[in-house]
C-alpha cells in the first residue's frame, strides 16, 4: 500500500501560481503512474493530468495545458503539480492518486487505487 499526502493549496489572486506537492509513503513511488485530479462543488471530478512511472510522458487535460505542468522525484517520492496564469475556474479540491499502471492518459477515477485527501486551491478575481 502506499499513502498519499496533498500540500501547497491556498487562496491565489487570479494570474498567480501555486505549486502542490503530493508526497508518498509505504511503498515507492516509482511503482505507480500518478494523476492529478480536482473537484469543484457541484462536480464531477476532472482529470487534470498524469505522468509515467518514471517520469517523461506527460498529458494535461485542454482546460489547462499550457498553464500547469506535472513533474516527478522519485527519490523523494514525491509528485508535484505546478500551477501558473491561475484563473478562478481552477478553484477546486485538488487530488493525487496513484495507479497501478503507466500510462499519463488515464481519466478515470476508479482506476486509480490510491488517493490522497486533497488541499484546497482557490483563486481569487
Known amino acids: 500500500q502506499v499513502q498519499l499526502v496533498e500540500s501547497g493549496g491556498g487562496l491565489v489572486q487570479a494570474g498567480g501560481s501555486l505549486r502542490l506537492s503530493c508526497a508518498a509513503s509505504?511503498?515507492?513511488?516509482?511503482?505507480?503512474?500518478m494523476g492529478w485530479f480536482r473537484q469543484a462543488p457541484g462536480k464531477e471530478r476532472e482529470f487534470v493530468g498524469g505522468?509515467?512511472?518514471?517520469?517523461?510522458?506527460?498529458y494535461y487535460a485542454d482546460s489547462v495545458k499550457g498553464r500547469f505542468t506535472i513533474s516527478r522525484d522519485n527519490a523523494k517520492n514525491t509528485v508535484y503539480l505546478q500551477m501558473n496564469s491561475l484563473k478562478p475556474e481552477d478553484t477546486a479540491v485538488y487530488y493525487c492518486?496513484?495507479?497501478?499502471?503507466?500510462?499519463?492518459?488515464?481519466?478515470?477515477?476508479?482506476?486509480?487505487?490510491?488517493w490522497g485527501q486533497g488541499t484546497q486551491v482557490t483563486v481569487s478575481s
Open positions: 509505504g511503498r515507492t513511488l516509482s511503482s505507480y503512474a
Open positions: 505522468i509515467r512511472r518514471s517520469g517523461g510522458n506527460t
Open positions: 492518486a496513484a495507479r497501478d499502471g503507466n500510462s499519463a492518459f488515464f481519466p478515470t477515477p476508479s482506476g486509480y487505487a490510491y
